[in-house]
């Protein structure tokens, strides 16, 4: 048995388009032998929805087990099971010390280090740890991915630490610090959020510690997980944030007196990249019975020729949009995956592999780190066009109230250059270095799980530079009165001014950009743009 592709991790689905999944969220999820689905993750990781496991799949589970119960008999060494590890693979391991061999090999891995990594990391982690064991694939009993899904169903979130993995034989720390939960070690916070021990966060929620048995320790760490729950939370994040992006610069275009000429369809389809005809088509949308751009429409328009900022706003967008369709892409395939070494074969072998090498994903982190900074670059770009008396077509610089007595928003763009430098160094990939482990024997890892770490910080200040031009843009399109924006930017600009006032004296701006901001990761600027955008 293979495991089965859903519509939502689909080739074709995630060449033409990254799964926003946070807005289907479902109150249940069932694991089983077949793919979770992007939006399965999502539900679980952020929406706390419940998991099930499918009877047929746990019938998979037992047949699997009767093999390695089978080979554990077997007075002849079998890696993973009656053998020790590494160099001592050879080994044979009598039946009264295979428990502690396991449970060993638990404690030893979770050696993370440093800050606490977030929840829903963990539970996206943990998910698809899940997903994997219920594929009958890696030789576990049925009672091991039980109490999986009873953790989860309890929000008990181990604690797992940033840094321990290099991303090669899967995330070993982070699922070890996981596993070492399941056993009633070590830490977790539980529902409320409060540290408590392993034992005590089982004992709570009523969930018997699983006594590891013969493969058991290798199963529950082998895995990409923690890399691909990332990718997944990524482009979810991802999604929301390059439609905002089109958003923000459909609202410069228009406050800085520009021309939506050059989004025509026809123009987009004279290069017929994906990406790009989205990206374009969204800011068309937005722009739809601007009385701005009507007052400066016809012959005598001198905006032909805009800045790059601005009239290439589509190709950057787009080139980020397919950059993302190709990491779905890699996401959905590795959804479908059953990674664990050794594996359990459908005709019955127990084979060692190297599928747990990290680097299908840690490529594509990286690639959306790259994207994500080029974009935040642009918006920055028009973020400091707004402030250019020489550049803002009659707008007062800095957009200040009172000029030489008020900075304006000076200093807010600032901040956004400051975060742009700050995501061009955390394009530089991770997935390029590589130190040698374990003896030599780990001699080429993948630090998927770095370049995952660092493209969430990116992420996080994109959001942060597309909230500051949509500040910035907002008032400008304030002190253009008595002419009006677009409809759907009248709309996002009303809906910063819940946190964000207009035009004025200088105030104390950080809540104001913080305000903003939280508007921005939540989807409400999204939203407030209305229907109908890509």
């Known amino acids: 048995m293979t495991r089965a592709q859903t519509p939502s991790t689909d080739p074709l689905t995630a060449s033409t388009a990254f799964v926003s999944a946070a807005r289907n969220a479902t109150a249940s999820v069932t694991v089983g032998t077949a793919a979770l689905s992007f939006a399965d993750v999502i539900a679980v990781a952020r929406h706390n929805a419940r998991v099930t496991l499918d009877p047929s799949s746990l019938d998979e589970v037992a047949v699997t087990r009767r093999i390695i119960d089978a080979l554990a008999a077997d007075p002849e060494p079998h890696y993973g099971i009656s053998t ?39 539970r996206a982690l943990m998910l698809l740890r899940l997903s994997t064991l219920m594929t ?15 953790v989860l169903n309890a929000q008990i979130t181990p604690v797992v630490h940033e840094y321990g993995s290099l991303g090669c034989s899967g995330d070993l720390a982070p699922l070890a610090h996981c596993a070492l939960v399941v056993m009633g070690e070590g830490q977790a916070r539980d529902a409320t959020g409060v540290l408590v021990t392993g034992s005590q966060a089982l004992a709570a929620a009523g969930i018997r510690p699983v006594v590891l048995a013969e493969k058991e320790g290798l199963a529950l760490i082998n895995g990409t997980d923690g890399m691909l729950g990332m ?55 937005l722009l ?110 800095f957009l200040a109230h009172e000029v030489g007595v008020d900075s304006g928003l000076m200093i807010a763009q600032y901040t956004a250059a400051g975060i742009v430098s700050e995501l061009k160094r955390l394009a530089a990939p991770a997935s390029v270095d590589s130190i040698p482990s374990s003896a030599m024997q ?14 969430r910080r990116s992420l996080d200040g994109l959001g942060r530079v597309l909230a500051i031009e949509i500040m910035t843009a907002s008032r400008s399109l304030d002190l253009r009165a008595p ?47 209305g229907p109908g955008l890509a």
């Open 84 to 122: 020790g590890f590494g160099a001592l693979a050879t080994t044979f391991i009598t039946p009264d010390r295979r428990a502690q061999l396991q449970a060993s090999l638990v404690r030893s891995h979770a050696a993370g280090s440093g800050p606490e990594v977030e929840r829903e990391v963990v």
């Open 136 to 150: 009958g694939r890696t030789g576990i009993r049925s009672a091991a991915a039980e109490t999986y899904a009873a």
């Open 231 to 285: 990718l997944v939370l990524a482009l979810d994040d991802f999604a929301r944030l390059l439609t905002t992006a089109d958003i923000a610069a459909a609202m410069s275009v228009e406050a800085l007196l520009g021309t939506d000429a050059v989004f025509a369809a026809d123009l987009q389809q004279l290069r017929p990249q994906l990406g790009q005809a989205d990206s374009a088509a969204n800011i068309r949308r």
């Open 288 to 397: 739809l019975g601007s009385g701005l751009l009507a007052s400066h429409a016809g012959p005598e328009d001198v905006s032909v020729q805009d800045a790059y900022s601005l009239r290439c706003a589509p190709q950057v967008h787009g080139a980020a949009r397919d950059t993302a369709a190709h990491a779905a892409l890699i996401a959905g395939r590795e959804l479908a995956s059953a990674i664990d070494n050794p594996v359990v074969t459908v005709d019955g072998r127990v084979c060692s592999n190297g599928n747990f090498h990290g680097a299908p994903l840690g490529y594509v982190l990286d690639f959306l780190a790259i994207a994500s900074a080029d974009v935040a670059s642009m918006s920055e770009r028009r973020t400091d066009r707004h402030l250019d008396a020489s550049r803002s077509k009659g707008l007062p610089p």
């Open 442 to 455: 780990e001699d080429h890892v993948s630090m998927g799980w770095h370049a995952a770490r660092k493209l």
């Open 483 to 529: 002419l009006t924006p677009a409809a759907a930017t009248t709309a996002v600009r009303d809906l910063g001014r819940t946190v964000a006032a207009g035009p004025g004296h200088d105030r104390f701006l950080s809540p104001e950009i913080d305000g903003v901001v939280t508007l921005v990761a939540s989807g409400a600027v999204r939203s407030a743009a």
